[in-house]
């Protein structure tokens, strides 16, 4: 079965320290990563993309993909309390029954001041 | 407006009366997708077309759901006789299609469905 694993928190971090969120995923073949931010009441919202090993930084965000361990993560650097949301993780999966991508359940992060 | 738009915004009927909630996704996207998701909850997939194939409905919890696109554009998804526990907010999403590499799904507002 075609899975993304997100741990659900709520991941709690001081306002100014890096935020590390993880994703895991059940498919090799995997090619295409996403990460959405979701605040309270809103709809997601695409915030980063990666597509190969290694690291992308956007900002405050660095997104970090690891084919080989099969695992993406997502670091937000300066931490604010406007980046309190929950976080999905996304991943391509080629013969998944839900389209083109699979969503985990998302990881809540709050960001006290 | 060039985002996914779901109309309506809100709504608010009696248990056992049906419902339309309506998607129109961002111009050029081939791909189309109706979520659900509770309060709290994660997003549950529901069904998707793409082109002109038939649609993956392995998604839809009951027979009392269905949903068209049609034209390759609009689509409506359709409850009959609502449930309480039909209660959520349904998010449509559309993309590119780009057949081996997965492409980012974009969200409209969603349609907050209350039922009473």
């Known amino acids: 079965q075609k899975e993304v694993e997100q741990n659900s928190g709520p991941l709690s971090v001081p306002e100014g320290a890096i935020a590390s969120l993880n994703c895991t995923y059940s498919d090799r073949v995997s090619q295409s990563f996403f990460w959405y931010r979701q605040y309270s009441g809103k709809s997601p919202e695409l915030i980063m993309s990666?597509?190969?090993?290694g690291d992308k930084e956007d900002g405050r965000f660095t997104a970090q993909l690891n084919k080989a361990s099969q695992y993406v993560s997502l670091l937000i650097r300066d931490s604010q309390p406007s980046d309190s949301a929950t976080y999905l993780c996304a991943v391509n999966m080629i013969g998944g029954s839900q389209g083109n991508l699979i969503f985990g359940k998302g990881t809540k992060l709050s960001v006290k001041p | 407006g060039a985002g996914v738009s779901q109309s309506p915004s809100n709504k608010v009927t009696e248990k056992g009366k049906d419902v339309e909630l309506r998607c129109d996704p961002i111009?050029?996207?081939?791909?189309l997708y109706w979520y659900r998701q509770s309060l709290g909850q994660g997003l549950e997939f529901l069904i998707y077309f793409q082109g002109n194939s038939a649609p993956d409905k392995s998604g839809l919890p009951s027979d009392r759901f269905s949903a068209e696109r049609t034209g390759g554009s609009v689509s409506t998804l359709t409850i009959q006789r609502t449930q309480q526990e039909d209660s959520a907010v349904y998010l449509c999403?559309?993309?590119?299609?780009?057949?081996?590499?997965?492409?980012?799904?974009?969200f409209g507002d969603g349609t907050r469905l209350s039922i009473l």
């Open positions: 111009s050029g996207h081939t791909a």
């Open positions: 990666i597509y190969s090993n």
């Open positions: 999403a559309s993309s590119l299609w780009e057949g081996r590499e997965g492409q980012p799904q974009h």
